[in-house]
C-alpha cells in the first residue's frame, strides 16, 4: 500500500525559512517521479514543484527560486525547502506520486489532482507578518 507521510509544516515569521519532508513507502522503486502541490482553503490544489525519475525538475514561475525541491532516494524521501516565505505562501502543502518515472505533470498544470494518483495527508504552513 502507498504512503506518502509529509512532515515539517508549521508557523513561520514573513521572509523566513521552512523545509518540508515527505517520506514514502509501499513500493520498492524510489526512481519513480514525485511533486509538490499546495492548497488554500476555497481554491483549487495547485502544483508547486514535480520532479521526475531522471531528476527533471519543473518549478511554478512564481515559485522557482524560493522553493527548492530535493530527493533522497535511499530514504525515499522528498524535500521541499522554502525561502523567503510570503504572506500569500500559507497553504497546506501535499506531496504526490503517480508511480512512474516521467513527470506525472509539469508544476504549471491547472489540475495537479488529475495527474497524481497518490497523495499524503498534508502538512500546513503559516505564515506571520
Known amino acids: 500500500q502507498v504512503q506518502l507521510v509529509e512532515s515539517g509544516g508549521g508557523s513561520v515569521q514573513a521572509g523566513g525559512s521552512r523545509r518540508l519532508s515527505c517520506v514514502a513507502s509501499?513500493?520498492?522503486?524510489?526512481?519513480?517521479?514525485m511533486g509538490w502541490c499546495r492548497q488554500i482553503p476555497g481554491k483549487e490544489r495547485e502544483g508547486v514543484v514535480v520532479?521526475?525519475?531522471?531528476?527533471?525538475?519543473s518549478y511554478a514561475d512564481s515559485l522557482k527560486g524560493r522553493f527548492t525541491i530535493s530527493k533522497d532516494n535511499a530514504k525515499n524521501t522528498l524535500y521541499l525547502q522554502m525561502n523567503s516565505l510570503q504572506l500569500e505562501d500559507p497553504a497546506t502543502y501535499f506531496c504526490a506520486t503517480d508511480l512512474r518515472r516521467r513527470f506525472a505533470c509539469y508544476a504549471s498544470d491547472p489540475h495537479p489532482t488529475l495527474a497524481f494518483g497518490y497523495w499524503g495527508q498534508g502538512t500546513q504552513v503559516t505564515v506571520s507578518s
Open positions: 520532479i521526475a525519475g531522471d531528476g527533471s525538475i
Open positions: 509501499g513500493y520498492s522503486d524510489s526512481g519513480y517521479g
